[in-house]
């Protein structure tokens, strides 16, 4: 198929695009790289041994984006373009509501100018707020409690109406839990420029002795260990699901929603010690006060995804581990940015 990857030069968006390259599609990316490199389009090229197809440009730009649809026959969108720091999305709700929510109707009208209809959507864990059971399954209340977890719900609910008014969308809502890794080569991952917030990145960065400790949010959370529970998923599992999403809704219309994750919690300290492990450094400490917003676990039932898709992850936490910390080792000796 010829698929169009908005924000396929971003973290997931370039992982997803190695993989449907290697399974025989034709990816075509359009990226306003506001939050990547336009030097994520040479190192796909080295992995793949070949160029991969790009537009500068931005989903708000509908007449654009139907060009692109037309000109490069689209048959399907994944729609990985977004804004997605929940911080800043308490600070500037408009810019979310603008990028994120704006830029898929924009993006759908000229999918229905064009007459496609296959979309897969990357949405988050995020829309089930805090978990009233665990582990979550894709019938779980949605309840966003942030700006970016609310653009994420308009867009699913939007989908959903879409879907209502006509049976021929075919769609998949991916519901991703927390990615991290990088692919094996070293030379695509998650983009460190700034000091990261997230668990995964931070340690590496620890690790590395870029930065002096981790601090970790509560150690008295209602878990194994105290500190908050997550499942962490590989990122080039998730890219592998979104190939079996595709080939699902390519069987199957209506709105398909699905969760990617692994099933699976781990802790902070647990994520500590296997980063430890594989990296032989040891990782300082210092315990702080629970974060904002942190709900102490999160991880999901993957039931629906696994019988449906044919899909599960099957990298170890090592492996997320050993690739996060060869991607950041690599990006600063080689200045991948
Ligand atoms: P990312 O920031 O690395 O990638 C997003 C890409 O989209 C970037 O390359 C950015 O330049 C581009 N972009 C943003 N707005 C655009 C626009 N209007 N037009 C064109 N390009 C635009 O983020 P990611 O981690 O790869 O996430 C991809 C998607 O998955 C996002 O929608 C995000 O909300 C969602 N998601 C990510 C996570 C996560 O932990 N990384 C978790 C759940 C959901
Ligand atoms: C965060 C976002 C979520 C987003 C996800 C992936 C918040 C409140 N939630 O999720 O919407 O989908 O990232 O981008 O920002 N931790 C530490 N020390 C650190 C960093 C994190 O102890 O320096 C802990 C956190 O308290 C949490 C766990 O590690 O218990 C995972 O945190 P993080 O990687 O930020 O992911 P989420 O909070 O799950």
Not at 179 to 200: F, Q, W, Y
Not at 312 to 334: D, G, H, P, V, W
Request: net charge neutral; with cysteine.
């Amino acid at each position: 198929m010829n698929i169009l990857l908005t924000g396929g030069a971003g973290y997931i968006g370039s992982h997803a695009a190695v993989v449907l390259t290697e399974a025989g599609h034709q990816v075509v990316i359009l990226d306003n790289f506001c939050n990547s490199q336009l030097s994520v389009l040479e190192r796909l090229a080295k992995i793949l041994g070949k160029p991969v197809p790009f537009v500068e440009g931005d989903t708000r730009d509908t007449e654009l984006v139907r060009k692109i649809l037309k000109n490069y026959k689209i048959d399907a969108v994944m729609h990985f373009a977004g804004l997605k720091a929940v911080g800043q999305s308490v600070q500037k709700p408009i810019d979310y509501f603008d990028n994120n929510v704006a830029g898929t109707i924009s993006l759908l009208q000229a999918m229905r100018a064009n007459n496609i209809k296959m979309l897969v959507f990357s949405s988050s864990a995020t829309v089930y707020g805090a978990p009233q059971y665990l582990p979550l399954d894709e019938n779980h209340p949605t309840q966003a409690i942030n700006p970016y977890g609310r653009s994420k719900l308009h867009i699913e609910e939007i989908l959903s109406d879409i879907e209502a008014s006509d049976s021929n969308w075919h769609i998949a809502c991916l519901r991703y839990f927390n990615p991290v890794g990088a692919h094996e080569s070293g030379i695509i991952g998650e983009n460190p420029n700034d000091t990261p917030n997230n668990l995964m990145p931070y340690i590496a960065q620890v690790a590395l002795g870029r930065l002096p400790y981790l601090n970790v949010y509560g150690n008295d959370y209602d878990t194994l260990d105290g500190t908050g529970v997550r499942d962490f998923i590989h990122v080039m599992d998730l890219a592998e699901g979104h190939l079996a999403a595709l080939s699902f809704i390519n069987q199957k219309s209506g709105l398909n929603i699905f969760n990617l994750g692994t099933g699976k919690g781990s802790s902070v300290l647990e994520m500590v010690k296997a980063f430890e492990g594989v990296s032989g450094k040891s990782i300082p400490l210092r315990v702080t006060n629970r974060r904002t917003g942190d709900v102490a676990a999160c991880y999901a039932r993957v039931d629906k995804s696994s019988t449906d898709l044919s899909w599960k992850a099957t990298r170890t936490i090592q492996e997320m581990c050993s690739s996060t910390l060869n991607f950041q080792k690599n990006y600063k000796c080689n200045n991948l940015s």
